[in-house]
C-alpha cells in the first residue's frame, strides 16, 4: 500500500481544513506536511483567498500563495519534483495560481478540487503545461 493512500478520497472543501468535512488543495498539503513529516508549513488558503464562491479559483486577480511560497527562506524553487513538492499551477482562464498538488513520487501527484475528492493523478504532460513552479521545504533538500 503506498504512504499516501489515507490522503486519497477525502472531500474537497474551498478553504475547509478537515479532512473529515472537507479540505481544499492548499490545507491538504499543509495537513500531510504536519502528519508525515512533523513540519507546520504555517499557510492555510484562508489566509490568502477571500473569495468564498464556487467559482473562486476563476475569479482569482492576485497570486498570493504563490508569493507566500517565493518570498518564504523555508522553500526553494526546484526543476524536477521529489517526495512532499508542492506543484503549483494555474488551471482555466486566469493567470495566477490557483491550485496546487503534492508530488507523491513515480510522475503522481496528489490533489483535490471542486466536485472531486483527493486523488492521485499523473503529472505529466497535461499538468506539466500548467505548472508554475515546484517548491521543496528546505530541510528535505538532499
Known sequence: MPWYERYLNIPFKHLGDD???G???VNLSAYIFKQEL????KIK???HCNIVDEHWYSKMTIDPFYKELINNENWVKVNNPSKYDIILLSLGSTNVTNHCGMYLGDKKILHTS????SWAGIYGNYYKQYTVGIYRW???IN
Open 23 to 25: 479540505i481544499d488543495c
Open 114 to 117: 471542486p466536485d472531486k475528492r
Open 38 to 41: 512533523d513540519i507546520d508549513i
Open 138 to 140: 528546505k530541510s528535505l
Open 45 to 47: 488558503s484562508y489566509d
Open 19 to 21: 479532512i473529515s468535512t
